[in-house]
């Protein structure tokens, strides 16, 4: 496929760059480094995928919406998947940029990524996507919006929240569950680079991306969604409501600075133009070490540590290395309770902490 060099895939080919003038004038004169050692997979792993596609009973749920059935890649326990004989080339890689986990989220509402959840009467909007119409998807016609070849029809309302803020100049994802009171429908409508049209309820949009939360469809190969690696975003977010509850009971998203020309489903898209093997690829799905000890850990912290251990966390985007996402506001838009002094202790986990698991092979 055509290798699309957008604003997210010049990250990380900067960050590859001056990594590069950084070896070569630290190491001028001397041996090249030893690779790292290739960890062995456990003999008695397993990656046997279970779950139904058509199971929801112990879905994460979001306003009574499965968040994809029970065999989907988010949703699986991944404890004793094997190890990628690759894993500690891959975590030397991104410890290259910064090397303790990170909650990109906190008390601060600007600081992580909102969303929104609507009824199904919720009027449709028009959203004109200025960069990516051909990997969009865009909807239906109704309420007065029609769909063009450029443009789609989605249910923002009004106080849609954008990640960031309104005057954010980041990413500004805006992010939208459509559900109706039988849970029949739930719909998930994301898009990257959303502005509110300053006359009216239109937006305009990079991409958009919509996802059927009853079903595992992915989309399609060499597709990017409003995220880098053609994922559905708010699946992957660390929510308050679980927290809350005690139990995370999904991946985890997270960043990293440098990302090889790759991806593994679930995710369908890559945005970087290197061959290094030692870099992840989109989709590259990673957990906490077992052996790693959390009983020091307490409240929100120790909640997401858990489901690190069991679920893990998958490369979605180029960013800050380690930064894991979470939720700036609940279903109804009002900001959670998170403690930044709890959410410091996660600060203190190293990148060595985590290994690489086998979820599937590298698609270029």
Not at 117 to 130: G, H, I, R
Not at 240 to 249: L, M, N, S
Not at 281 to 287: K, Q, S, Y
Request: with cysteine.
């Amino acid at each position: 496929m055509a290798v699309q060099i957008t604003k997210r895939s010049l990250l990380g080919r900067a960050t590859i760059l001056v990594g590069s003038i950084f070896l070569l004038s630290c190491g001028s004169g001397s041996s090249p480094s030893p690779a790292p050692p290739v960890t062995p997979p456990a003999s008695n792993c397993s990656n046997a995928v279970t779950g139904s596609p058509t199971d929801y009973s112990t879905s994460p749920t979001i306003s009574g919406c499965p968040v994809f059935p029970t065999d989907n890649p988010w949703n699986a326990d991944v404890s004793n998947y094997c190890v990628d004989p690759n894993s500690d080339a891959y975590i030397a890689s991104i410890d290259q940029d910064k090397q303790y986990l990170h909650a990109d989220f906190g008390s601060d509402v600007d600081y992580g990524i909102p969303y929104i959840v609507v009824p199904s009467t919720q009027p449709l909007v028009s959203v004109l996507f200025n960069q990516y119409p051909s990997e969009s998807d865009f909807g239906s016609s109704g309420s007065g919006c029609t769909t063009t070849s450029t443009s789609g029809c989605y249910p923002f309302p009004p106080n849609a929240p954008v990640e960031g803020g309104s005057n954010s100049t980041g990413d500004r994802h805006v992010l939208t569950l459509e559900a109706d009171p039988a849970h029949t429908n739930c719909t998930l409508y994301e898009v990257w680079e959303g502005v509110k049209d300053a006359n009216d309820n239109n937006w305009t949009a990079a991409n958009g991306a919509i996802f059927n939360l009853y079903s595992d469809k992915l989309r399609q190969d060499g597709w990017t969604s409003a995220d880098a690696a053609g994922l559905p975003i708010l699946a992957g977010l660390v929510r308050y409501d679980e927290v809350a509850a005690g139990a995370i009971k999904h991946a985890l998203r997270f960043t990293v600075a440098s990302s090889q020309a790759g991806y593994i489903h679930p995710a369908t898209h890559y945005a970087s133009s290197s061959s290094d093997p030692s870099l992840p690829p989109m989709g590259l799905r990673l957990r906490l070490k077992a052996s790693y000890d959390i009983s020091s850990y307490t409240g929100q912290s120790l909640v997401i540590l858990t489901a690190l251990k069991k679920y893990g966390m998958i490369v979605a985007d180029n960013g800050s290395s380690w930064y894991i996402s979470g939720g700036t506001s609940g279903p109804s838009g009002t900001a959670p309770s998170w403690n930044d002094d709890d959410l410091d202790q996660l600060k203190q986990v190293p990148g060595t902490a985590f290994e690489v698991v086998v979820t599937g092979t590298i698609q270029h």
